[in-house]
């Protein structure tokens, strides 16, 4: 679905490891100027990869149901102006940033889960020929761009 190979995660103890593909359309823009043409609003088919793993399954025998994930994220984002979400308010919706909102979104809901499985990757492609990798730091120190 992604149109191009995507980089494996890094190697983890973990037993289990899921992926889920997914899409949404959706509109941005950047709000600077040096952004050029990206600061008119605009819109693309973002191809999302998530990366789960985790060493329990739950009652039914998954790791994580594949539709929820897609709920997450596709049932929020798409066909929407990403700028008007409150986590984009205070910086732009670049590909990076919404790699990592992605993540965070996923993982706030994973630590819901009782056998606790954690996000390890997040692939957002935004165009054929370019996409962003978001992998949770080890050192905690991940920046945070909505303060």
Known sequence: MLQQFYPQPPTHQYCYELNKDMNFSAAHFIPNEKAGKCANVHGHTYFVNVTIAGNQLDEMGMLVNFSDLKKLVHGKYDHQLLNNF??????????????????????????????????????????????????????????????
Do not use: M, W
Not at 90 to 116: C, F, G, R, W
Not at 136 to 145: A, I, L, V, Y
């Open 86 to 147: 409150q986590e984009f308010k205070h910086t732009a919706p670049s590909t990076e940033v919404v790699a990592k909102t992605v993540y965070d979104i996923i993982q706030e809901y994973l630590d819901t889960l009782a056998n606790q499985p954690k996000c390890i990757q997040v692939l957002v492609r935004e165009t054929p020929t370019a996409y962003v990798i978001y992998r949770p730091s080890n050192t905690g120190k991940e920046q945070s761009f909505n303060e």
